[in-house]
């Protein structure tokens, strides 16, 4: 059947603009589609899925209204006409169907993997996780390691395939804290604490950026994820510890003064409540020093 | 005391592209004020138009300023695009920061509060009166406080670009950004009270056309027989007045933060930033489908009329909106699924989010059913419907994509998510306005639009929309987040956005076809004339009147026992009968919509620059303009028999000539 007439001119124009959008995809530079951890993994493998589900509907309407238009146009004679045909009930009840079976099968997916890839709950791995408190700045990223005794700025390492625990926060306007290679992003809030796991499958540097406005320096609120292996993490931990830069109360407070493109930085930290005194700052009345732990420490 | 408040000359000093704005601005504002003078307009203007309470008028000037403010909103993406084309590495592109920050927030709260409200506010006031067969709206000066309390918001959003600043907390606000100790400036202000001002002009009109809708139909139209577009409507005002309070409140706090140092939303002093990010969507959802529902309404018009075939599936189009109107009251957390609410929550609010869909599906096979068995005749409406099919099932299924909340958390406030809500915002709502501006464009003005130039405007608007937001969903694929005003050139973002700027581009040739539409289409009126009153061969009884639409609408008050009563009633020969006139009273003009709203702007301008003695005069002189007034009983004219006889008989010559 020849197809003519606007609504072909449109298809034909919408599929050539989706299948060039489809090619640049390819060409490979979509981090999201090209997962460096585990979350991000089965995160774009729910986002293909459901992709792959929305056009068993999509394509079959895109077909019937090029197919009906064309039909169905002022000039064709020939096609019945019936301008007072206006229910059916059969066919009424099947496109109610069509969407409500997709749909739910879109339910089933997505409470399932609203739990399973909930992104406060723990990984399961036979490595132990390490545990990140994350700072959010303005306008930088301060990276805590409670049990390490170490802290960096703008940076932040962890090994290669061990779940990574990050308790986020931000001591400035709201921000989000995401490294899309390894998967989704999670608010970082004053007076909250939110919680994001995820682990690196790789070695690499991933790129992390606060995915919220957050004043004017937001934009350069990058900083780089490094997987490496153990021993390089632990050798990037001694040099912190030997870095001579300690993180207290009174360098944090001044690191805390807005600034922008600030540059990698690594501390030994002294204080281990600096995370939680800062998360509780916000509360009324402050709670006692001595009430304050670590939040998310193992030790 | 100070009696300017904190207004001093440094709030009239910008940077040079703001600079340009604030002078075309000007020049624009003396150009109009010029020509009104020039040609002796004045009192024109004052009579036929800023004192009109016709609903029709109104729904005009609702387009005019519109259509100005999307201009205005183009300009402001014209910035963006240019911005994030070239500000990348060492380059820091053409504007600063914070003036880049302005730009996209003004961006969104124009489009959707100026432009899009706008749009819809103008349509409903000219066609809803029309179709259900009704003279005027329930309450036609509180109609015109509710435009001119749109056109005061208006007025204070482009003032905050000569004088100080606009908020660049972004379209929404959210705090602790917005609050006194991030953002210690005017801008923010200026955002709360223009859509303060307007926010309540939108829900006194949600009250008037629900009002309308449900006491003021013809004899004989049950709710069922109600045309769709009156349908879409009444769901969507019912949204405007369980929403638009919301927002009301919200504002006022944030407003509360800001002028009297409490703590709704601090994140110090026990407030909570999460509540307004709460509170602030549980109006931002249904807005969003306080938009969409009258779009569809429009599209389901055209597609009867162009397709010559009664509306398919109509009680399904019925219960397809009520089921749209309820739900989207339980979806709005999908908007911040990354605030780290549980997994049970999370998963509870994709699930309905998904829910939506399935009327929105059904809806579009309705239509596809409408034109099957049917003779579609490819007018411009028709155009802009089947570009909506497209856009809108592309929008939709990436909605659709985002409603998982492990998905969204990868592309939560990225570009995507920009990619997406423009697919659905001008994809569906505006391509769907700009259906109904072509569609009932005879009706307003008398005359047709050019077909051929609203094709080219179509085809420019298609092709350039998809041009400019496919390459945004892949940056937001590669990680780009929104309102970046610059970044690294390692990211290998350039050259999209380079070719997102050249569909913005396509686009502006598209808005430059409308103009040149316009502008042709007034110069050729005599050619385009619509004689009849029904140029479409339409349904509904808005086309069984001459165009443009006399002031009473109906002569004799229709009866109605059909669906589509005009097209039943030509199908059975009795679309034109004779009647016997009688005197019609209608309401006077005033002007004291325009002096309330004008006090209303005041107020704003003094409370944004703290100049309590003008807020104070200004409060008392909206009290002072209600009271005048509520006491004027002088309020009724009546249009004698005799008159409408003549009218009516003009229109029957007129009709005969065709």
């Not at chain 1, 749909?103 to 723990?122: E, G, M, V």
């Not at chain 1, 970082?188 to 690499?204: D, E, I, K, R």
Request: charged share 10%.
């Amino acid at each position: 059947m020849k197809l003519r007439g606007p609504a072909a001119a449109i298809a034909v124009i919408t599929v050539v603009i989706l299948a060039a959008a489809v090619t640049v995809l390819h060409m490979g530079g979509a981090v999201i589609l090209n997962p460096k951890g585990m979350v991000a993994d089965q995160e774009r493998t729910l986002l293909i899925v459901a992709t792959g589900l929305s056009l068993l509907v999509i394509i079959p309407v895109f077909i019937m209204t090029l197919v009906i238009t064309w039909r169905y146009r002022e000039t064709n004679t020939k096609a019945t006409y019936q301008p007072n045909w206006d229910r059916s009930r059969t066919a009424e009840t099947i496109w109610w169907l069509i969407p409500t079976a997709l749909i739910l099968a879109l339910s089933i997916i997505t409470w399932q993997s609203s739990h399973s890839l909930d992104p406060a709950k723990a990984l399961a791995s036979s490595t132990p996780p390490i545990t990140v408190q994350v700072i959010a700045l303005d306008w930088k990223w301060l990276f805590i390691y409670p049990d390490q005794h170490v802290a960096s700025v703008n940076m932040v390492q962890f090994p290669e395939g061990t779940p990574v625990h990050f308790v986020i926060t931000s001591d400035a306007p709201m921000n989000s804290f995401w490294i899309p290679a390894l998967g989704g992003q999670i608010y970082a809030m004053p007076g909250m604490s939110t919680q994001l796991n995820l682990m690196a499958n790789t070695t690499g540097d991933f790129k992390g950026s606060s995915a919220n406005i957050s004043g004017v320096g937001f934009a350069s609120m990058r900083f780089v994820a490094r997987s490496s292996s153990q021993l390089a993490f632990e050798q990037w931990v001694a040099a912190a510890k030997a870095s001579g830069n300690a993180l207290t109360q009174a360098s944090y407070d001044q690191l805390a003064k807005p600034s922008s493109n600030n540059a990698v930085k690594v501390y030994t930290l002294t204080d281990r409540s600096l995370y939680d005194r800062t998360v509780m700052k916000y509360m009324m009345p402050l709670p006692q020093s001595s009430e304050l732990g670590s939040y998310g420490s193992t030790q | 005391m100070n009696l300017a408040g904190r207004l001093t000359v440094s709030a009239f000093m910008h940077d040079p592209i703001t600079m340009g704005g604030v002078l075309m601005m000007i020049v624009l504002g003396l150009g109009v004020v010029g020509a009104l003078f020039y040609f002796k307009r004045w009192r024109w203007l004052w009579r036929e138009w800023l004192t009109a309470l016709d609903p029709k008028k109104i729904g005009v000037m609702y387009l005019g300023l519109a259509s100005f403010m999307l201009l205005r909103g183009v300009a402001d993406v014209m910035m963006i695009r240019v911005q994030q084309a070239t500000s990348v590495g060492a380059s820091h592109g053409i504007v600063s920061t914070d003036t880049f920050q302005q730009v996209f927030s003004a961006h969104g709260t124009i489009m959707i509060f100026f432009v899009a409200m706008g749009f819809m506010f103008g349509l409903i006031n000219l066609i809803v009166p029309l179709q259900i067969g009704a003279r005027d709206v329930a309450f036609p000066f509180l109609n015109s406080v509710s435009f001119w309390l749109y056109a005061s918001g208006l007025a204070l959003i482009n003032l905050s670009l000569v004088i100080g600043s606009f908020s660049p907390a972004g379209w929404l606000a959210y705090p602790p950004l917005s609050e006194l100790a991030y953002s210690p400036g005017v801008g923010v202000d200026y955002w709360i009270w223009s859509l303060q001002i307007a926010g309540l002009g939108s829900l006194l009109s949600g009250i008037n056309f629900t009002v309308t809708i449900l006491r003021m139909r013809a004899v004989g139209m049950s709710l069922m027989k109600m045309p769709i577009f009156v349908w879409s409507v009444l769901c969507a005002m019912a949204l405007v007045i369980f929403a638009f309070p919301i927002l009301t409140a919200t504002l006022a706090m944030l407003a509360l933060d800001r002028t009297l140092g409490m703590h709704f939303f601090t994140a110090t002093g026990g407030g909570n930033p999460m509540m307004y990010v709460n509170l602030i969507w549980s109006w931002g959802h249904p807005e969003v489908y306080i938009l969409m529902l009258p779009a569809f309404g429009i599209y389901s018009e055209i597609v009867a009329t162009f397709a010559r075939k009664r509306l398919f599936g109509y009680k399904s189009m019925v219960f397809a909106l009520g089921a749209i109107t309820v739900l989207s009251f339980i979806v709005w957390l999908h908007h911040f699924f990354t605030m780290g609410a549980g997994a049970d929550v999370n998963a509870f609010f994709g699930i309905m989010t998904g829910v939506i869909a399935i009327p929105t599906g059904v809806k579009v096979f309705n239509w596809l059913f409408t034109m099957y068995r049917g003779r579609i005749k490819f007018a411009t409406p028709m155009y802009w419907f089947l570009g909506f099919v497209f856009t809108f099932t592309i929008g939709g299924m990436t909605g659709v994509l985002m409603s998982v909340p492990a998905i969204d958390f990868q592309v939560h406030n990225t570009l995507f998510l920009v990619a997406h809500f423009h697919n659905m915002i001008i994809g569906g709502v505006l391509f769907g306005y700009f259906a109904g501006f072509s569609y009932w464009f005879p009706k307003m003005f008398g005359f047709k639009l050019n077909e051929r130039l609203g094709r080219y405007a179509f085809w420019c608007w298609f092709v350039g929309f998809l041009v400019a937001f496919m390459p945004l969903y892949i940056l937001g694929l590669m990680g780009a987040t929104r309102r970046l005003d610059h970044y690294d050139a390692s990211m290998g973002w350039q050259w999209l956005f380079i070719v997102a700027g050249v569909g913005v581009a396509i686009i502006c040739a598209g808005i430059g076809f409308q103009l040149l539409q316009l502008a042709v289409s007034i110069w050729k009126r005599k050619a385009n004339q619509d004689l009849t009153g029904d140029p479409w061969n339409g349904r509904t009884l808005e086309w069984s009147v001459a165009s443009p639409a006399p002031v009473y609408n109906f002569a004799v008050l229709p009866v109605v026992s059909e669906r589509d009563p005009f097209w039943e009633a030509k199908e059975a020969n009795q679309a034109y009968g004779l009647a016997k006139y009688s005197d019609i009273v209608m309401p006077k003009n005033s002007g004291m919509g325009l002096i309330i709203a004008g006090f209303a702007f005041i107020f704003g301008f003094a409370v944004v620059w703290h100049i309590w003695w003008l807020v104070a005069l200004a409060l008392l002189g909206v009290i002072v303009s209600i009271v005048v007034r509520a006491s004027d009983d002088d309020t009724e004219a009546i249009i004698p028999a005799a008159e409408v006889q003549r009218l009516e008989a003009a229109a029957r010559a007129r009709r005969q000539t065709a």
